[in-house]
């Protein structure tokens, strides 16, 4: 089982980035998945969350009305597309996936998440 997030870059504030994540090695679609980031010197911080079947979202304050996460099953992958970024968004941004099948609860703690990626750099200039 493998998750691979992609789509890091350089970018100027107010840039925007779509951050993919591609999971292998077995289907994710019947599981919540979630991004997280974490900043040099600090702990890994909830950013997005969307359910199974991409019907409910859930996002950090910090990220809502600039970030959105979606999902497309049929290629077992979910997204998230950041816009409007800001210096303090720089992170190295994780993908995770829930264990539990069709779960309704969303959760915003990385002990919710059983699968993580490796990470892809987030870094955004002033």
């Known amino acids: 089982v493998q998750l691979q997030a992609s789509g890091g870059g350089l970018v100027q504030a107010g840039g925007s980035l779509r951050l993919s994540c591609a999971a292998s090695g077995r289907t994710f679609s019947t599981n919540a998945m979630a991004w997280f980031r974490q900043a040099p010197g600090k702990e890994r911080e909830f950013v997005a969350a969307i359910n199974w079947n991409g019907g409910r979202t859930y996002y950090a304050d910090s990220v809502k009305g600039r970030f959105t996460i979606s999902r497309d099953n049929a290629k077992n992958t979910v997204y998230l597309q950041m816009n409007s970024l800001k210096p303090e968004d720089t992170a190295v941004y994780f993908c995770?996936?829930?264990?539990?099948?069709?779960?309704?609860?969303?959760?915003?703690?990385?002990?919710?998440?059983?699968?993580w990626g490796q990470g892809t750099l987030v870094t955004v200039s002033s």
């Open positions: 995770a996936a829930d264990r539990s099948l069709r779960s309704t609860i969303l959760g915003h703690t990385p002990l919710s998440y059983d699968y």
